[in-house]
């Protein structure tokens, strides 16, 4: 059984509806709880700007996901920590891109910094998918 | 089989019980996972203070429950994103209205900004419920 | 049937192997939420330092899991909330001693404040095992 988008029509719609009020795994789900993941590369570099940061985050997420038999679609939170508010929209922009059709739940805030200076934004996820 | 709720008597005791230390969801549950809401009113404006914008994300998140056939009751975990440290107490002061009885467990910080100006909280939420 | 950690070799291992990039909660697991703990002792009082209070969140941590039949290794994910970048490290240090063999999935960021000026740290964590 899918996951089931929830967006009640009593309240403001998600901004074209790029994520989901509500995100419910039914009974029976396997969980899959993802660390911050950061833009460092595979050969430990860090990619210099959000932009790139943001792709690398995204890259690893779907690494980790398939690991578990997962993808995007199976994504039920995103949670992004960025150093500037108008990072959030970069990385929303490319976010976005990766989840069309099957919108996560969001939160998206401006913390003060990261445990490393070179990193613009930190990224994790919850997905869910039936236990077969 | 009902949520579980975990207050361990070797331990300092939350502030008047109004949250729960620990929240356990048995096995066979549906989970919900709610984005993080803001103070967008229905026609699109914005509460334009702490209490207004809380009033508004208490009933966006009740809406979102509604939808997953869910209630206040049902939420396990609750997070806040203020701008000031004393905003929280005016987040918890409301919150707590929407609790009485069935506390959930509780994180609020506060962060350095919130992707429009305009928000002054952000909060999300996971809820479950037996999957029947 | 235990918990899952993916570390998929094609992005950059975790530091030192000392979180887990991704960690799986099979089907029927038992979820449980730990509200954010901070350094308050069982008398009230505050550690005055971040490693006392590092130290008192995870005695609080272990109580908790305690009351649920688990414990650290059923942890899969622990998110911090630091007052400063060098604080992440000082935390970490104590985590790890806590989850050798069993590491969970890891968020850390630096946020503008907590609710009580004495709390130089916050930390929530989930955790999940077989419901038996």
């Known amino acids: ?3 089931l988008r ?30 911050g993941q950061v833009g460092t590369r595979p050969d430990g570099s ?4 959000v932009p790139g940061q943001v792709e690398q985050i995204m890259a690893n997420i779907e690494a980790i996901l398939g690991e578990a038999g997962m993808g995007f679609g199976d994504v039920v939170k995103i949670t992004a920590y960025c150093l ?11 976010r976005n891109r990766h989840f069309a059709g099957s919108p996560p739940a969001t939160t998206a805030v401006v ?3 990261l445990a490393d200076p070179r990193w ?3 990224v994790d996820v919850v997905a869910a998918r039936a236990g077969d």
Not at 8 to 25: F, K, M, Q, R, W
Not at 46 to 49: E, M, N, S, T, V
Not at 84 to 94: R, S
């Open 46 to 49: 860090i990619a210099p700007d």
């Open 111 to 113: 913390v003060a910094g």
């Open 120 to 122: 613009l934004v930190e």
């Open 1 to 3: 059984m899918a996951n």
């Open 84 to 94: 500037k508010a108008e990072d959030i929209f970069t990385y929303a922009g490319i």
């Open 6 to 35: 929830h967006n009640p029509a009593s309240i403001a719609a998600p901004t074209n509806n790029l994520y989901a009020h509500g995100v419910e795994v039914p009974a029976g789900g396997r969980h899959l709880y993802v660390a």
